[in-house]
């Protein structure tokens, strides 16, 4: 179709944040984690996403309260991770663009949205 | 800073590409394959993608050669799935817009990028 | 220790029913499912592990009516597969031994356990 | 068949130990992983899997030799994990029963294996 083209540099950053979520999320989903363990899984969430291409930094906030509140109500001494424990904020470069990505409940559906796209020029 | 603005509809959407590629990738890969299995593999990998929010359709083909090559290099008689064994096509849309993205071996890594975006004004 | 000793043919094959139950659990938990796509999921992770040594047969049931009152419950038209949609069994075999074991969920907790276990000696 | 009986409070573990190796396999492989974020990795693996029942310890050691070098090989700075990368031990116990269970690589496979039973009395 005549409006069909290739991505510019800013859409093509997106994806790459995009991907970074979806590795994240369906990665580690599914791990046993308890309040001792939440901070040794948040740590490696980050260093391992933070090898991909373009990803200059990873911050993984576990949710403390809410995990306690699960495992409370749960019928082991830990739970299986999952959005609704997750903060998760991810930094991509290229060149003097930089996305910027976060995750957070929203509505019971843990939501990725880019924040902010800064640098180059919008469409170019 | 001053040129920090938030994404447009088609940054959007490439960020939406990008984490079905992630989720496609982290999910399955790891998974016990065989030639006999590859199918059935392949199939639960489109329909539970194709799940996700603005993800219209998504193809996985298995490389069927290299599959059978790796199996016979190997100690078992199924391997790990892994990039080199697939090749993806995803597309996603919102409203007017479309983008497709794939999948596929280039030099030894499983390279994810947006092919087009169609429909939409760029920067819009 | 003095009563420190080798696994027997039973205990190794019981070994081997939990490594495939380990595996189908991890590897699939957090995949997008909706009832449109829970057949081929199923089908996929019975071939799958089908392929791991000893693994003679394995049947997933996807419990259809705790899916969609989860989707019914969710913000999202799919939810993450987790342990209270399924219930498993798995057959291995190593010469004429044959362990049964399966996964159904007992208060809230996805409870895998050994079924049966047929032939060769107990203890030997 | 006459010959069907339930399994005894070893075999029992031994179903155990093959769970939570299967879990770890199979929750972290493909996962990204460089020299500078294999530790971090480690440790969430031996902290996330030491939550699940009857879990004792579980230790995860990196081969950086073999890391080192799939990644001077390959088209990235990373590579994913698989079990050419890792050596795993995992005790389990069940009141005086202990199952001491390993993964290391044989042949190009990763072999799991149980090591010791200690405890209790065999067919018991």
Redesign the interface.
Known sequence: ?S??????A???L?????????????????????S??AT??A???????????HCQAVTVEIREDELERAIAD?????V?L?GRFLEVEIVVEDGDLE?V?RMEM????PL????????GR??A
């Open positions: 179709m409006d069909q083209r290739t991505p510019n800013a859409e093509s997106c994806f790459e944040a995009g991907i970074k979520f979806g590795t994240l999320y369906h990665q580690f989903a599914g791990t046993p984690i308890a001792e363990s040794s899984l740590t490696a969430m980050e260093e391992s996403i933070e090898n991909q291409p749960g019928a082991a001494d830990y299986e999952t996305v990505a929203d509505e019971g559906y990725m949205q880019i924040e902010t796209v800064r640098g919008e469409g």
